[in-house]
C-alpha cells in the first residue's frame, strides 16, 4: 500500500510493519520461488504455482499477484475478474493503477481514465499521469495531455520522455516557443533520435530568424545589466583547490564588478570593471577580444590567470547536468580567481577558490537549502570531508582538483549561495570525519529508499548496510521480497521526502517510447536477465538479449544510465506481452524503484528529517558512518 502524507503520520511503524508482513506467505521458500518465476518472466510457472495455493480464494493479495501476472501474460480478461473485487475489498493505489493498465489494454478507455485517475487521488504516480498524457495525445486532446505531462514532470522530472511529448503538444497547438523549449530538452536527453532533430528544424521554420535575433538582444541585455556586488574573503589560511569549470570550450565570455588584472606569460593587462570580455582559441592561437561585436584587442598566450580584489567573476553559458532531467545551461557567478590553459586547441576554465568558499557554492546545490539546519550542517561537514579526502590527486590528468558536475560535487558558485547554507559552512569550520588517522570517503546521496547499502564502492569500516530508521522503529525487507518492497511504502527516515519520486518511482514505455529511448524495438527483446543484486536489491549486473546480441550491464551508473537515466539501481521490471501463444511479443515494460541515488553513506532526506526529529548534526553523520571522529583541521 501508498500512503498518503497525511495518512502516515496517523499509522504508527507496527500497524505499516503488520500489514506488510500480512501479504508475505507462510512459506518464505514458497514465497522466494514465486517471485524468482516473476523476475526471469516466467509468468506462467508463477501463475501455475499460485494457483495451487490454498489460500488463493480468501488472500486479496494472492488475488491482487494473480491478476497482475495475468495481465503481463496478455490474458487482461482473466486478471479484471480478479482484480476488479479488490476496488471494494482493498482499494490501494496499486490496484488502481493496474485497472487502468487493464482496462487500457482491453482498449476500454474511459475505464481506464477512471481508475488512472482514482489512483492520483490516492498517490501520485509516474504511470498513471504518463498513460493519461499519452492517451489524450493520441485522442488529439493535447490540452488535457499537457496538463498531465507537465503534472508529471513536476511530479517526477527524472521522466525524461515527458519533455518530448510536451513539445509535440505545444506544436499542435500551435504555442511554438513552448514547443521549441520542450525539444530542446527532448534533444539534449535524447541526441540519437532523428525524429527530434526533424522536430526541431521544423520549428525553428516556423518561428523565424527574428525571433531568434530577439532572444539573443534580450540575452545580451540581461547579461549587461547583471549587477555583481563584492564580497569579504576569508583569508589566506585556508587551503586552495582547483575547480574545473569549463572544458573542451573554443572560447569563453566573462566579466567582473572590479577590474580584472590579466596575466600570461608575455602581457599584463587590466581589463575594466562591468565589461563583457571573450577569450576564443583558433587554430591553436588565443585571442582577448570584445564580446559584443568580437573584435580582437590583443594575441595572448596560454596559460592565462585572472584575477580581482574582492569582486567575483561572472562566467557565461556555463553547462550544468549534461544529459541529465536536470540539466541547464546558466551564467555563474565565481569567488576566488581564474586559469584559463588550453588542451588539444580547446580552452579549459577553472576557478581557484579556498575550501569554505567552495563549499559555499556546493552546499545549496547538493541540498536543499530550507532543510533544518542541522542537516545543512551534516552536509558541509562531509562534503568538506571529501575534498580533503580527494584535493591534490588530480582530476583528468591532473589539471584540476575537481569538476562542478556530481561526479565530483555540483558546484554553481555565488549564482547559487543562501545565508542559510553559508551559515552551516561558517558553523563547521575546518571540521572532517576521520576513520583512524585518515579522512573517510564521505559518500552521500539524495535518497536511500529505505534502505543503505555498503557494498558499491568496496567494504570500509565506516560505512553500513542497514534500514534507514531508528531502532524503536522497524521496517520489514527480504530480498526475495523487493517486489512489495518497491510496491509499498515503509516508515523510514526518508520517506517523508517532500518529492515522492525520490522514494519510490515507477516508468513505463510501450512501443513508441522504447524506440524513442533506446533506439531499438521493444520486440526485439527476447530476455532480461538479473545476474546479480546486491545490498538493498541493487542491481550490480544484467543482461539484456536481442536475439544473437547481448547487452551486458554492470556497475551502478551503467545499468541507471541504459535504461534511461533511473533515479537508482533498486527496481524491478514487468513485462507485458501480447496474447498470442506462439508469437508472444513484449508491449510494455514497467519499472517500479526506490531511492534516488546510489545509496551509500549519508541519506541526505534522511538527514534531513533526523534533523526535523532534534538530532545533532554529529548524530546524524554518526547515524550514516559508524567508527569516525570528527576534527577541526584548520
Request: include cysteine.
Amino acid at each position: 500500500m501508498v500512503f498518503s502524507k497525511t495518512y502516515k503520520d496517523n499509522l504508527s511503524s507496527d500497524i505499516i510493519e503488520n500489514y506488510l508482513r500480512k501479504i508475505d506467505y507462510k512459506d518464505g521458500t514458497y514465497l522466494k520461488k514465486i517471485f524468482d518465476y516473476k523476475e526471469e518472466r516466467k509468468y506462467k510457472e508463477a501463475i501455475k504455482l499460485l494457483n495451487s495455493s490454498s489460500d488463493k480464494k480468501t488472500n486479496n493479495k494472492t488475488k491482487f499477484l494473480l491478476s497482475q501476472l495475468y495481465y503481463l501474460t496478455g490474458e487482461s480478461k482473466k486478471a479484471l475478474s480478479l482484480l476488479k473485487p479488490l476496488v471494494y475489498k482493498h482499494p490501494t493505489v496499486f490496484v488502481y493503477i493496474y485497472l487502468g493498465l487493464i482496462y487500457e489494454d482491453l482498449k476500454d478507455f474511459f475505464s481506464a481514465v477512471k481508475y488512472y485517475r482514482r489512483s492520483l487521488k490516492l498517490e501520485d504516480n509516474s504511470i498513471a499521469l504518463y498513460r493519461l498524457g499519452k492517451m489524450f495525445y493520441r485522442r488529439k486532446n493535447y490540452s488535457l495531455a499537457i496538463k498531465y505531462f507537465s503534472r508529471l514532470i513536476e511530479y517526477d522530472p527524472s521522466v525524461r520522455l515527458a519533455n518530448y511529448y510536451l513539445g509535440k503538444c505545444y506544436l499542435k497547438k500551435k504555442n511554438f516557443p513552448f514547443a521549441y523549449r520542450y525539444f530542446l530538452k527532448a534533444q539534449n536527453f535524447y541526441p540519437h533520435s532523428k525524429m527530434i532533430a526533424q522536430d526541431i528544424v521544423y520549428i525553428k521554420k516556423l518561428l523565424g530568424k527574428e525571433y531568434f535575433l530577439q532572444k539573443k538582444k534580450q540575452l545580451l541585455k540581461k547579461r549587461k545589466e547583471i549587477k555583481l556586488t563584492s564580497y569579504k574573503s576569508l583569508g589566506d589560511n585556508i587551503p586552495l583547490v582547483r575547480i574545473g569549470i569549463l572544458e573542451g570550450v573554443n572560447s569563453v565570455s566573462f566579466k567582473s564588478s572590479g577590474n580584472i588584472i590579466l596575466e600570461d606569460n608575455e602581457y599584463h593587462l587590466l581589463l575594466k570593471e562591468d565589461t563583457l570580455y571573450t577569450i576564443t582559441i583558433e587554430k591553436g592561437e588565443a585571442y582577448l577580444k570584445t564580446y559584443e561585436d568580437n573584435k580582437i584587442i590583443t594575441k595572448i598566450k596560454l596559460p592565462l590567470y585572472l584575477k580581482t580584489t574582492n569582486h567575483p567573476f561572472y562566467i557565461l553559458g556555463a553547462i550544468y547536468g549534461k544529459g541529465n532531467f536536470w540539466e541547464a545551461t546558466r551564467d555563474l557567478s565565481l569567488r576566488g580567481s581564474l586559469e584559463i590553459i588550453g588542451h588539444h586547441h580547446t580552452l579549459t576554465v577553472i576557478n581557484v577558490i579556498n575550501i569554505e568558499e567552495y563549499l559555499y557554492g556546493i552546499l545549496p546545490s547538493e541540498i536543499y537549502s530550507y532543510a533544518p539546519l542541522e542537516a545543512l550542517k551534516a552536509q558541509a561537514v562531509a562534503a568538506r570531508t571529501l575534498i580533503v579526502k580527494h584535493m591534490g590527486k588530480g582530476y583528468r590528468h591532473k589539471r584540476f582538483d575537481f569538476c562542478r558536475t556530481v561526479h565530483c560535487q555540483v558546484y554553481c558558485g555565488m549564482s547559487s549561495e543562501r545565508k542559510e547554507t553559508i551559515r552551516a559552512v561558517n558553523q563547521t569550520y575546518g571540521e572532517v570525519m576521520f576513520c583512524g588517522d585518515k579522512p573517510i570517503e564521505a559518500f552521500y546521496h539524495s535518497n536511500c529508499g529505505g534502505c543503505l547499502r555498503s557494498d558499491l564502492f568496496g567494504k570500509k569500516q565506516y560505512l553500513q548496510n542497514k534500514y534507514d530508521l531508528e531502532k524503536k522503529r522497524t521496517s520489514y525487507f527480504l530480498k526475495e521480497n523487493l517486489e512489495n518492497w518497491l510496491k509499498s511504502y515503509p516508515l523510514t527516515f526518508c520517506s517523508y521526502t517532500k518529492r515522492k519520486s525520490n522514494f519510490r518511482w515507477q516508468r513505463i514505455y510501450d512501443e513508441e517510447d522504447f524506440v524513442m529511448v533506446f533506439g531499438f524495438s521493444l520486440k526485439s527483446i527476447k530476455d532480461i536477465k538479473i545476474v546479480k543484486r546486491g545490498d538493498c536489491g541493487h542491481i550490480d549486473a544484467m543482461k539484456i538479449v536481442l536475439g544473437n546480441k547481448v547487452i551486458d550491464l554492470r556497475g551502478d551508473l551503467d545499468i541507471r544510465n541504459f535504461w534511461d537515466n533511473l533515479r537508482s539501481s533498486t527496481f524491478i521490471i514487468e513485462i507485458k506481452y501480447t496474447n498470442e501463444e506462439k508469437n508472444r511479443l513484449p508491449k510494455l515494460v514497467l519499472i517500479w524503484g526506490g531511492g534516488f541515488g546510489h545509496g551509500v553513506g549519508m541519506c541526505q532526506e534522511g538527514a534531513i528529517q533526523m534533523a526535523e526529529e532534534g538530532y545533532s548534526y554529529k548524530d546524524i553523520l554518526r547515524h550514516y558512518y559508524k567508527n569516525i571522529k570528527i576534527e577541526k583541521i584548520y
